[in-house]
């Protein structure tokens, strides 16, 4: 019935243009997708036929009736034509053959817009052509007739081909939105939402205003993909839309295909939304679905959980394994991108990490300098050390060889800081961040980023002093070895059962030192020395080399020795569970190499002893083993 009335009515059209009987022409006026031809026109004949045709148009229908009556024949045709344009210049030229009512003006502009995006033209001659004016003009003249889905794109398209905010015309189709914003559909709503987002940014009056009515409408949300593009797009607009959307999602959860699990933990990430329950539901089905996840996935999946700190063993081994065998064909950005994830959340997978130590010695000239501090920055997080460790790091100084000088400050501070965690920083790394002019520039600055700095130079220098013998200098002069920024964290059940069970086993405080601060940047619970029958010496009366200003002078007593008790809590230890991180791992080698025996008191341990008396036994037999350990060696 629709394609015999449009056959009709075409068929009148054409007759009126026997005169030019152009092939072009007639493609105007069939329905779409019957005569595939150039659509382009020729000018000329146009504008003759534009002035010689026949008055009866519009025959008949009065602009209010077309926008009442959408089966109309002849608007039906028109829209098909506008539909099926392929050039703004085809459009212009419909709105010169035809008499346009508001509606139709706003779709030719909205199918401008489409066009212009799609083709990437040049909008600012479109926006400027006599012709786009007259079409605002018809579209401004009635606007209240325009339809709401056609109003809501005509919004988007007028943004879109940038037509300024502060014309008069387009002030008035905002007017409009905002009044019928009440009779939108939710998705309307929602879509206009994520364009203003995206588009017009967060202050936009009209996104509020839009964003209002979606919080308050937010029952009619349905459907995944509403609630992913509007967490994704409009999410950090409004923390309370954001929750409502979080809460639709937890509902949703199992419905989630992995592509818009991915867009949902993204959206968390980017809004630093940590979400426990709904993480928890996206996670376990995500595993139940036993669903193949693609590398760009996995690669945002594990971003996101990194960025989140949100640790899910199953989902982590289920990411590490599956990206295992993509190893080989990543790009460089992808490869450190993946480090830098796992290492984030001290998750050390040991075959992927010789995946990717592999991949650095296949390819050392694809990685930049940036790529390659990258990857070591996150093997001495994790303490990783690759099984061909000596291939992998003549490469590596191979590599970085002549390019110290090109890295930032930061960059190189925390690249020679990884080296020493790893053992592999040689004299010319030392050399360059302990030298005067090196750390010239940060003394004397008390932001946060340079206090870190600073005490990441610390550390190099115990590293240069402690575990380098023939590395001879420059160090850091002593008035900067002082500074350490004192981080006051609050006091852990571990630290308070230690300290408790310490004063038992020393007998007086006289015998012990609590929260010292080393000349190393290290930090100790508490020291004492004993002699080798292990009673307690008063730690005054020695010199202590390893303090900035010791109190005592005396040289320590034939087979006595210095003891450190060091607390090792949850976050100092990678996912191997009893594996130290690699800042806690190089502590340790430090304080030994200091001169200290070494009492570790790891919290899995210690606090499963529920008795202070229990725990002084503990920490007195621990004390005997390192005592007679040091004796027999
Ligand atoms: C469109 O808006 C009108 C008011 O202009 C409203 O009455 C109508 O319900 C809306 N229709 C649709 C389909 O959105
Ligand atoms: C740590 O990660 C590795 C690699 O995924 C895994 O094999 C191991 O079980 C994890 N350890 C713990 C304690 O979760
Ligand atoms: C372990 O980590 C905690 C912070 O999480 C820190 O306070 C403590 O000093 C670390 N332990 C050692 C021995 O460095």
């Keep these: 019935m629709a394609a015999r009335l449009v ?94 009512n508001s509606n139709h003006a706003s779709l030719i502009i909205t199918q401008i817009s489409r066009l212009a995006s799609e083709k990437k033209l040049e909008t600012e001659n479109i926006v400027r052509d006599e ?274 000088g090109s890295l930032e400050p930061q960059m190189l501070t925390e690249l020679v800081w990884s080296l020493c965690v790893l053992q592999q920083a040689r004299a010319p790394y030392l050399q360059r961040v302990l030298a005067p002019e090196f750390h010239a520039h940060i003394r004397g600055d008390q932001s946060l980023k340079a206090q870190n700095l600073q005490l990441k130079l610390i550390h190099i220098n115990a590293a240069a002093k402690l575990e380098n013998p023939d590395y001879k200098g420059p160090f850091l002069p002593p008035e900067l070895l002082s500074t350490v920024p004192l981080a006051s964290e609050r006091v852990t059940q571990l630290q308070s059962c230690l300290r408790e069970a310490l004063t038992g086993l020393l007998g007086s405080q006289d015998n012990g030192r609590f929260d010292v601060r080393t000349l190393y940047g290290w930090h100790i619970d508490a020291e004492m020395v004993v002699t080798s029958e292990n009673k307690p010496l008063p730690v005054k009366d020695f010199a202590a080399p390893h303090l900035l200003r010791a109190e005592g002078t005396k040289p320590l007593p034939p087979g006595a020795r210095r003891v450190a008790f060091l607390r090792w809590e949850f976050p100092n230890f990678s996912n191997r569970s009893k594996e130290l991180l690699g800042r806690y791992a190089m502590a340790r080698r430090h304080v030994q190499a200091a001169g200290f025996l070494v009492v570790d008191v790891p919290h899995y341990e210690f606090l499963e002893l529920k008795l202070e008396r229990q725990r002084t036994a503990y920490l007195r037999d621990k004390l005997h083993k390192v005592m007679a350990k040091d004796m027999a060696s």
């Design 131 to 404: 012709r786009f004016q007259q079409l605002i003009g018809i579209m401004d003249s009635q606007i209240s007739q325009v339809w709401n889905n056609t109003l809501v794109n005509l919004l988007k398209s007028l943004y879109s081909l940038g037509v300024p905010s502060s014309r008069r015309e387009m002030q008035s189709v905002e007017q409009e939105v905002l009044w019928r914003l009440r009779r939108l559909t939710f998705r309307q709503l929602a879509s206009l939402a994520e364009f203003l987002a995206i588009r017009q940014g967060k202050d936009n009056k009209l996104l509020n205003e839009v964003i209002k009515k979606l919080e308050l409408r937010w029952t009619e949300l349905e459907g995944t993909r509403t609630v992913v593009t509007l967490m994704g797009k409009v999410g950090h607009v409004s923390p309370v839309l954001m929750d409502r959307l979080e809460d639709k999602a937890l509902e949703l959860a199992e419905h989630f295909n992995p592509d818009e699990t991915r867009k949902i933990l993204l959206a968390l990430a980017y809004q630093n939304r940590r979400c426990v329950p709904l993480l928890r539901a996206l996670s376990y089905h995500l595993l139940q679905k036993h669903a193949e996840l693609s590398l760009s996935i996995l690669l945002d999946l594990v971003f996101a959980y990194g960025k989140l700190n949100f640790h899910q063993p199953q989902v982590f081994q289920k990411i590490a394994s599956d990206l295992q065998p993509h190893v080989p064909a990543m790009a460089p950005m992808e490869v450190t991108r993946c480090t830098r994830s796992f290492a984030l959340l001290k998750w050390l997978s040991l075959p992927l990490f010789e995946a990717i130590t592999q991949y650095a010695l296949d390819n050392p000239k694809q990685l930049s300098v940036a790529h390659l501090c990258g990857i070591i920055l996150s093997f001495a997080r994790l303490n990783f050390q690759p099984s061909g460790s000596e291939d992998f790091f003549n490469m590596v100084h191979e590599e970085l060889q002549g390019q110290l």
């Design 7 to 100: 056959r009709r009515c075409c068929w009148r059209h054409f007759a009126a243009f026997v005169s030019a009987p152009s092939a072009a022409t007639a493609a105007l006026l069939v329905p779409p997708g019957k005569v595939p031809m150039p659509r382009a026109l020729p000018q000329a004949p146009l504008a003759l036929f534009h002035t010689s045709s026949p008055p009866d148009w519009a025959d008949g229908f009065s602009v209010k009736e077309q926008v009442d009556d959408g089966r109309n024949p002849e608007y039906k045709v028109i829209g098909e034509l506008i539909e099926t344009a392929t050039s703004p210049q085809e459009l212009f030229q419909l709105s010169e053959l035809h008499e346009l």
